[in-house]
Nanobody, 123 residues
């Protein structure tokens, strides 16, 4: 079992940057495929970025070139670097862990979730 705690959210102006962290405890994050999802008020939850155990990454089109997911197995932490933020990036961001090597794009396939961190981008 693994516990996930997100941090790094906050209020930022459009064009600014934030780095979200997802710290894992209980088991090493290297044992899991990981993902970052977000949910804005009144909208469906969506995957923003995913990373396989081998480091291969996936992004939704709207964040390609702006967001970077990475993992530091030594620190047992997964990051989401967010640059050139836009008001439409405003949401609660969650990290999630999935048993296995492949970071599926199906949220229900993830086994553990963090509590979320709010990101608000002002125009």
């Amino acid at each position: 079992q693994v516990q996930l705690v997100e941090s790094g959210g906050g209020l930022v102006q459009a064009g600014g940057s934030l780095r979200l962290s997802c710290a894992a405890s209980g088991r090493t994050v290297s044992s899991y495929a990981m993902g970052w999802l977000r949910q804005a008020p009144g909208k469906e939850r969506e995957f923003v970025a995913r990373i396989n155990r081998n480091g291969y990454t996936y992004y939704i089109d709207s964040v390609k070139g702006r967001f970077t997911i990475s993992r530091d197995n030594a620190k047992n932490t997964v990051y989401l670097q967010m640059n050139s933020l836009k008001p439409e990036d405003t949401a609660v961001y969650y990290c999630a862990a999935r048993y296995g090597s492949f970071a599926s794009g199906v949220a229900d396939e993830y086994n553990y979730w963090g509590q979320g961190t709010q990101v608000t981008v002002s125009s």
